[in-house]
């Protein structure tokens, strides 16, 4: 029986080599196959390079808007985006009433609202201007008395996330400033 097998798989394998010879042969070494059209892929997907554009001028993740303006912001290459305003990686201690708080921890808080957050089609508008962080405390604190805070002016307090899937541009915005009543006077100054 095994020697039956043997023989079964030897002519198997010469076989096999047979036929492999012979269409070798007949294809001049699988050189001549005929030609074979293989179709082109058309690209289908374009290359894109997400940007947001402010003035004509394209800004990129992590360059900074100065803390002092109203601006349109141009969103190019970016299918249904979202735009949000958060607080940045900063945070201070402020007084409300006397009781000490931690900015931004705790604080649930429309900041598109806060900004005037209005998104159009391929670009949003936001409201910057003359904004301090007095006044955007004062918002959030109405009727309350807001003291004892101090913020680093290179700091980056808000950053405007422009979200499209798995895409994230990131704006900062940058130069607030602490502003508290001062009075002068010729012997001292009160703050």
């Known amino acids: 029986m095994k020697k039956a097998f043997k023989i079964i798989a030897l002519i198997l394998v010469l076989a096999l080599i047979a036929g492999f010879i012979t269409v070798a042969v007949k294809t001049d070494f699988f050189r001549d196959l005929g030609d074979i059209e293989v179709p082109e892929v058309p690209n289908i997907t374009e290359e894109k390079d997400p940007r947001i554009e402010i003035g004509g001028e394209t800004y990129t993740s992590g360059m900074a808007l100065a803390a002092d303006s109203s601006l349109r912001v141009d969103v190019k290459d970016l299918d249904d985006y979202?735009?949000?305003?958060?607080?940045?990686d900063v945070s201070f201690d402020y007084k409300v009433d006397g009781v000490l708080y931690k900015f931004p921890y705790n604080l649930n808080v429309d900041w598109n609202a806060a900004f005037s957050l209005q998104i159009g089609d391929g670009y949003f508008t936001f409201d910057n201007e003359n904004k301090n962080m007095a006044d955007i405390l004062g918002n959030i604190y109405p009727d309350q008395e807001i003291t004892d805070f101090n913020l680093n002016k290179q700091a980056d307090y808000f950053v405007i996330e422009v979200v499209s899937g798995e895409?994230?541009?990131?704006?900062?915005?940058s130069g607030f400033y602490a502003f508290m009543d001062?009075?002068?006077?010729?012997?001292y100054i009160v703050f």
């Open 167 to 173: 895409t994230v541009l990131e704006l900062p915005i």
């Open 82 to 88: 979202t735009v949000n305003i958060v607080p940045g």
């Open 182 to 187: 001062v009075t002068l006077s010729d012997d």
